[in-house]
């Protein structure tokens, strides 16, 4: 812990007497105390492993032996299938009787709550509910009918749909102004504050005129009712005598609320989370709803729940430690009646090769001492980070599955990329120039069919592209790319990072394109770095388009190697994806500055601080294993062209290094020179031709 760190004492009442039997089964002191607290707001800090749902599962149950009527309790979850499980989990400690309570989503509770007194607020009772998809249409008719021309030829662009959406969500979630967002998030749009300013207004007359809501709208409206004057919102409060809210640190701004306005009357709400698990900011989550909820809830009473049923010891130690430095944050020390368990390990490798190398040695290590390979993950902070592991899983047949966003090589804009690369090596490979031609200004589908038949009429020569005539339109797009592709073939080839800088050129051409094609641009370039930085282990061209086409990862699932069990796959997970999961091993990747905590990150305390939440949240994944690994030499495109030195993540600080064990991975061994070539007088294609009868 810091010396200026806030820290959040833990403060309990005592329970005057335990109970036996089912209640009382499987709980410790604290989940106990959780249980039978009475009534008024309670605050149960729950550690990672610490049985929440266990605890949160008894309280309902507990509340029902109490006499509390079923129909007068609503659990709210952030998923439907919680709630269930929840709610299936309360009826075997004591029957039918909790088929009764209300459980689900704040969105679908909301839902509900509008049908039935929503035409009391003046909205329609057959209102329809749009998805995202019919949201972001609406948004682009409201768009298009703001009449805003964007000039020919000029970089600057209004926000596309996807975009106003996004921004319009967070603005109704966070609360936060739109021109705060805009400066803070898309400081690109800024100029345009009033336009989509009457886009938005636009897109809510729209919504009333054709009676639709949308999905923000449910929380909305439902906190607006809430809060109102009079009959409709103390009927609202007077719904329920308790109120329980799993994983309360996800919460937003409008959601708490909402649990304001509906608990003023009793204030007998129960909420259970963990600050040090608080990770989607990004969704317009917030911290401040936990640290703050004693101020919110005067009398609060929290009971923090440490023994931890997932980890052993020195996984705990070194996760304690490290959450210990976070600037607010509440008491929790977490510890284990398991015993045994080794110091997890803190590998610093040479590069990112080596990297993978480790990683995947120690997973077939683990593998063959009989530890399923469904029981490990490598975990790491942004889908691009596994990209070259999951070509050496694909390589050594090893099956995975990647949670959090598509897989990397089937991104399409790094597809495009390597698109360029592609018609360089094999200029006859329609399939690429054709993607690559479409991507540039002018050129349609149409334009793109001529200049291939124009191409291969000319037998594919490498000058062919320069000697089609295109249509006036496309031609200023042609010009930039036979002046590209020149500056490729003519590039040296001799040196080490000869690929990488290939696709820096490339880059010079795409990246504006790539800009003016997708919305969110940042993460779809830290996909190209990652891209350039692979390439960058690579002799040339052809044997970095080799790796990447052989078995391409998108089929590793198929594979079924090292396994009797089509399940039993390998995990590759993004960090925030990985949250409430457990494995008996995990790797996490990529621990050093810049990478995690991300370099964007770090110009922010605030976001500092959940980047230390997030990493906290990647380690405290395992049950027994637990490697925590990072490259020393870095090939970063984004800082310069050559490989430059990383430090360990700033998290791992000396305080946590000194619990943990120290592994050095090496440089590997220089590698073997290929076959020379040998003459031969076999047509391979020719034999092939003869057995269909081909000409």
């Not at 990652?530 to 282990?537: D, F, R, V």
Request: proline share 5%; net charge negative; hydrophobic share 40%.
């Amino acid at each position: 812990m810091t010396g200026d760190a806030k820290v959040y004492p833990q403060r309990t009442r005592e329970v005057a007497a335990a109970p036996t039997g089912p209640l009382a089964d499987g709980l410790n002191e604290a989940q106990l105390r959780a249980v039978l607290h009475g009534d008024g707001p309670l605050l149960i800090v729950a550690g990672a492993g610490t049985g929440k749902t266990r605890t949160l599962v008894h309280r309902v149950a507990h509340l029902l032996e109490r006499g509390v009527r079923p129909e007068r309790i609503l659990l709210l979850t952030f998923t439907r299938r919680a709630a269930q499980e929840m709610l299936a989990r309360a009826e075997r400690l004591v029957g039918s009787a909790s088929r009764g309570v209300h459980g689900g989503t704040f969105h679908a509770t909301a839902h509900r709550l509008l049908r039935r007194f929503g035409t009391s607020a003046g909205l329609a009772a057959d209102f329809s509910i749009m998805d995202q998809g019919d949201a972001v249409d609406l948004m682009q008719l409201a768009r298009s009918a703001a009449g805003i021309a964007e000039a020919k030829g000029e970089k600057k662009r209004f926000p596309k749909k996807e975009t106003l959406h996004y921004i319009y969500s967070r603005h109704i979630n966070t609360e936060r102004p739109v021109p705060q967002i805009l400066s803070e998030e898309y400081p690109q749009f800024v100029e345009y504050e009033a336009q989509i300013m009457r886009v938005f207004a636009d897109y809510t007359v729209r919504k009333a005129q054709r009676n639709l809501v949308d999905y923000d709208d449910l929380l909305l409206f439902w906190a607006l009712m809430a809060e109102s004057e009079g009959p409709l919102a103390e009927r609202l409060a007077a719904m329920y005598d308790h109120v329980l809210v799993d994983e309360y640190q996800d919460t937003n701004h409008l959601q708490s609320r909402i649990l304001r306005a509906m608990c003023r009357t009793t204030a007998n709400l129960t909420v259970v989370g963990d600050d040090a698990q608080s990770i989607y900011a990004f969704r317009g989550a917030t911290i401040r709803n936990i640290l703050d909820f004693p101020h919110h809830f005067p009398g609060t009473t929290v009971v923090t729940l440490e023994e931890n049923y997932r980890s052993v010891q020195p996984i705990l130690d070194v996760t304690n430690r490290l959450i210990s430095r976070s600037e607010e944050r509440y008491t929790k020390d977490l510890f284990t009646k398991r015993e045994g368990g080794d110091r997890p390990w803190l590998v610093t490798a040479h590069d990112e090769q080596a990297q993978t190398r480790f990683v995947v040695d120690r997973i077939l290590d683990l593998h063959e001492e009989g530890m399923p390979l469904s029981e490990m993950a490598v975990l790491f902070r942004a889908g691009y980070m596994s990209a070259d592991l999951e070509i050496e899983l694909t390589a050594r047949k090893i099956p995975f599955e990647k949670w959090g966003g598509l897989k990397f090589l089937e991104a399409a804009h790094v597809k495009d990329v390597l698109a360029f690369l592609r018609i360089l090596e094999n200029p006859r490979d329609e399939v690429s120039w054709y993607r690559l031609l479409l991507l540039l200004p002018g050129i349609g589908e149409a334009t793109a069919r001529g200049a291939i038949t124009k191409m291969a009429e000319l037998a594919w020569t490498s000058d062919a592209f320069g000697r089609y005539l295109p249509p006036p339109r496309a031609r200023a797009a042609h010009e930039s790319l036979v002046q590209l592709l020149d500056q490729l073939r003519a590039a040296p080839s001799d040196r080490k990072d000869a690929v990488s800088a290939d696709i820096a050129r490339v880059r010079r051409l795409y990246d504006d394109i790539l800009r003016e094609r997708y919305d969110r641009v940042e993460p779809r370039l830290a996909d190209l770095d990652q891209l350039q930085n692979i390439a960058a282990g690579y002799p040339d061209r052809g044997s970095f388009l080799s790796a990447l086409a052989l078995e391409p990862p998108s089929a590793t699932q198929d594979i079924g190697f090292g396994s009797d069990s089509e399940d039993d796959v390998l995990v590759l997970s993004t960090a925030h994806s990985a949250k409430g999961r457990e494995w008996d091993a995990v790797f996490v990747i990529w621990a050093a500055d810049g990478w995690f905590p991300m370099a964007r990150a770090l110009g922010s305390d605030e976001e500092i601080d959940e980047e230390r939440r997030l990493m906290y949240v990647a380690m405290t994944r395992a049950r027994d294993y637990l490697a925590v690994t990072y490259p020393f030499n870095v090939y970063d495109s984004r800082r310069s062209a050559d490989y430059t030195i990383d430090q360990v993540s700033r998290f791992l600080d000396r305080g946590v290094r000194d619990l943990m064990q120290k592994v050095v991975v090496d440089q590997p061994q220089a590698p073997v020179d290929p076959a020379p070539h040998v003459a031969s007088t076999l047509d391979l294609r020719a034999i092939l031709n003869q057995r269909f009868g081909g000409l």
